[in-house]
């Protein structure tokens, strides 16, 4: 899976479930000091929210990610997201979350779980396997270089000649 695509996709499973939460505690309370629950809350999807930033700044890069760093910022954005989604769970009735976006926030971090788990599988694969030599240097071809091209002697050197190589 491509990076730049996991990213986005993270990015769009944090928002599309920690911004309808919010949106529906709010609801409730109105102009009053939100709950101890809520702050808490909030302050753990702000810590989820900043790790999904970082990998969407990392995917914007000019210089991709590797994927053991795309593992790692996965790793932390997981972590802070599990966090969030346990929370949620724990603390639904007291804090007044709806029982569907709880499940909504299981269900994005499972997809965040899976996204992690084919990241790091890959960079796994890549520690195990480095990149080996090419096909030239198996075979022991030259690189081309000034040296070894010759030039105006071939039989399709048209700059310089006939095209059948007769003069």
Request: include cysteine.
């Amino acid at each position: 899976m491509n990076v730049r695509r996991a990213v986005f996709i993270a990015a769009l499973g944090l928002a599309g479930t920690a911004g309808p939460a919010w949106a529906q505690m709010q609801q409730g309370f109105g102009q009053q000091q939100p709950p101890p629950c809520v702050q808490k809350f909030v302050a753990l999807r702000a810590s989820a929210e900043s790790k999904a930033k970082a990998i969407e700044a990392a995917g914007k890069r000019k210089q991709k990610p590797t994927a053991q760093e795309a593992c790692g910022l996965f790793n932390a954005f997981s972590a802070a997201e599990e966090k969030m989604v346990k929370y949620a769970a724990e603390n639904a009735t007291w804090c007044g979350i709806p029982p569907n976006v709880v499940t909504q926030m299981k269900k994005a971090h499972e997809h965040t779980t899976a996204t992690r788990t084919r990241i790091c599988n890959v960079a796994a694969e890549m520690r195990a396997h480095p990149r080996g030599p090419t096909l030239s240097d198996a075979l022991g071809a030259p690189v081309p270089d000034a040296d070894n091209i010759k030039t105006g002697r071939g039989t399709f050197d048209t700059l310089t000649g006939s095209p059948l190589g007769t003069r």
